[in-house]
């Protein structure tokens, strides 16, 4: 399996300007998170889908930040406008979801997004 | 509210030497329990995860962790370093609620 894979790996952008991270989530699997690391917060969950559906979105910092996830084998995560402090590590992880709630996260490489 | 702290944001050993980082959660409610291993520039990668079936859990790469209750403790070990062990390591929780809860990390280091 390809594992986990995010686009793009590394984004530059100006204040203001909008920005699109991509995921694709390993085959099969019903869940989708979406975390965001920083050196000041560490990592933190913003958002997390079961079957495509939103369950957890009180992660999400504010209204500039949405999440969407059309099909199951597809997620963005979009900022608009972006600023400086949005500057981060974003990660994507997708787990099988079961009837317990230790299905295995499985992560992605990361999306380093750098806001001038 | 589930959560997690890690004793310790940089560790330093020998090549060879024990390895511990420690791992405390708080919780009113079984947990479950995870560690990560992150290396530079990459994602995340589980080494081994707390189910409730056993209290000493056996990971990849030579790693396990010890699930105490009465300490609220999930302490991760290796008996001999590797100098492929240096990455930072995440202590994570969760309950019914599905994403996990992430420690602080701690920066493993290895001397040669």
């Known amino acids: 399996d390809a594992g986990v894979i995010q686009s793009p790996r590394h984004e530059v952008t100006e204040m203001g300007q909008e920005v699109t991270l991509r995921c694709k989530p390993i085959s099969g699997h019903n869940s989708l998170f979406w975390y965001r690391q920083t050196m000041m917060r560490g990592l933190e969950l913003l958002i997390y889908f079961n079957n495509n559906v939103p369950i957890d979105d009180s992660g999400m910092p504010e209204d500039r930040f949405s999440a969407k996830m059309p099909n199951a084998s597809f997620s963005t995560l979009k900022i608009q406008p972006s600023e400086p402090r949005d500057s981060a590590v974003y990660f994507c992880?997708?787990?099988?979801?079961?009837?317990?709630?230790?299905?295995?996260?499985?992560f992605g490489p990361g999306t380093r997004l750098t806001v001038l | 509210a589930q959560s997690v702290t890690q004793l310790g944001s940089h560790v330093s050993v020998s090549e060879g030497a024990l390895v511990l980082l420690r791992c405390n959660y708080s919780s009113s409610v079984p947990p479950y329990l995870f560690w990560y291993v992150q290396y530079p520039n990459q994602g995340l990668q589980l080494l081994l995860k707390?189910?409730?079936?056993?209290?000493l859990v056996k990971g990849i790469n030579g790693f396990e962790a010890e699930f105490k209750k009465s300490e609220t403790s999930f302490h991760l070990t290796k008996p001999s370093a590797h100098m492929s062990d240096a990455a930072e390591y995440f202590c994570a929780v969760t309950f019914s609620r599905r994403a996990l809860t992430f420690g602080s990390g701690t920066r493993l280091q290895v001397q040669p």
């Open positions: 707390y189910t409730s079936a056993a209290t």
């Open positions: 992880a997708s787990s099988l979801a079961t009837s317990g709630s230790t299905d295995t996260q499985y």
